[in-house]
C-alpha cells in the first residue's frame, strides 16, 4: 500500500507538471492508454536533406543571410549617392493681361480664379560622397564578416548536436526494442515462480514473504511491459525531435 501511495504521488505530480505546461489549471487527466497497446511499425530513417530543413537550421541559416545582406548594405556606401529633385509651381489670379490700361479686364467667376494661368518648375540632380568615411565602413565591414563567422559556428553547432539527437534517438529505439522482446520472457518466469510459491505456499512450504516477493516480481514484470513500449514511443519522439517534424511521430498514432 506504502508503494502504490507513492505511486500516486508521483502521478498527482506529473500532472500538475502537465498542467502547467499546458498553461490551464490544475487537473485530473483521463489518459489514453490505447497507445501501449501496440508499437510503432516503423523507424524512419533520416537524410541529410530532412536535416538541412530542420526550423533550428533554417532559423540559424537565416540570420547569416541577413548578416551578408548587411555586408553588401554597407559596400553600397562606397559608392556616391544620387539624388533628383523637381518642383512645380502653378498660380491664378483671374485678371487679364490687360488689366493695367484696361480697370474692367478682370472676372469675377470662381473657376477663373482658381484655374492655373502661369506655371513654373524646376529639376535638379545631386551628387554627394564623402571619401573620409571609407576607412570607417572597411572596419565595419570586417566587423560584419565576424559576425557571419560567429552565425556560421552557431549554425554548425546546431547541425552537430541535431546528428547527435538523432545518433541518440536511433540507439534508443534499438535498445527499446531489445527491452521490448525481453518482457516477455522475464514475464512468464514471473509468472512461472508466482505459480510455484503460491502452491508451496497453499501447502506450508513456504512463508508469506517468499510469495510477496513473487507476487512484487510479477508486478514489475507486468509493469516493464508498458514502460518498454513507452520507451519504444519515446524514441520515436525523440527522432521527430531531431528531425524538426512531428508528423514522423503523428502518422504512427
Do not use: C
Not at 53 to 66: C, D, G, T, W
Not at 123 to 145: C, H, M, P, Y
Not at 164 to 173: F, R, T, V
Amino acid at each position: 500500500m506504502i508503494t502504490y501511495i507513492k505511486a500516486k504521488d508521483n502521478e498527482q505530480e506529473q500532472e500538475n507538471k502537465l498542467a502547467q505546461l499546458l498553461g490551464i489549471p490544475s487537473q485530473r487527466f483521463v489518459l489514453d492508454s490505447t497507445i501501449l497497446k501496440r508499437t510503432p511499425t516503423e523507424f524512419p530513417s533520416e537524410t541529410s536533406s530532412e536535416i538541412k530543413n530542420h526550423p533550428v537550421l533554417s532559423f540559424f541559416k537565416s540570420r547569416i543571410e541577413v548578416s551578408e545582406q548587411e555586408k553588401q548594405l554597407l559596400k553600397t556606401q562606397y559608392y556616391p549617392s544620387f539624388s533628383m529633385v523637381g518642383i512645380i509651381q502653378s498660380r491664378a489670379s483671374g485678371f487679364g493681361n490687360g488689366y493695367a490700361q484696361d480697370q474692367n479686364d478682370f472676372s469675377s467667376s470662381y473657376w477663373d480664379g482658381i484655374r492655373p494661368t502661369r506655371s513654373n518648375y524646376l529639376i535638379g540632380v545631386g551628387v554627394s560622397w564623402n571619401f573620409t568615411q571609407t576607412f570607417r565602413l572597411s572596419k565595419e565591414i570586417s566587423a560584419q564578416d565576424y559576425t557571419t563567422q560567429g552565425l556560421q559556428h552557431e549554425y554548425d553547432l546546431a547541425e552537430q548536436q541535431i546528428k547527435a539527437q538523432l545518433d541518440l534517438s536511433e540507439n534508443k529505439w534499438n535498445n527499446a526494442f531489445s527491452v521490448y522482446e525481453q518482457v516477455p520472457i522475464q514475464l512468464k518466469s514471473a509468472n512461472d515462480a508466482y505459480i510455484q510459491r503460491s502452491v508451496l505456499y497453499k501447502n506450508g512450504l513456504t512463508d508469506l514473504v517468499d510469495l510477496s516477493q513473487t507476487i512484487y516480481a510479477l508486478v514489475r514484470a507486468e509493469t516493464d511491459i508498458d514502460i518498454a513500449i513507452s520507451n519504444v514511443w519515446n524514441a520515436l519522439l525523440l527522432k521527430a525531435a531531431a528531425l524538426g517534424d512531428f508528423t514522423v511521430f503523428e502518422k504512427e498514432l
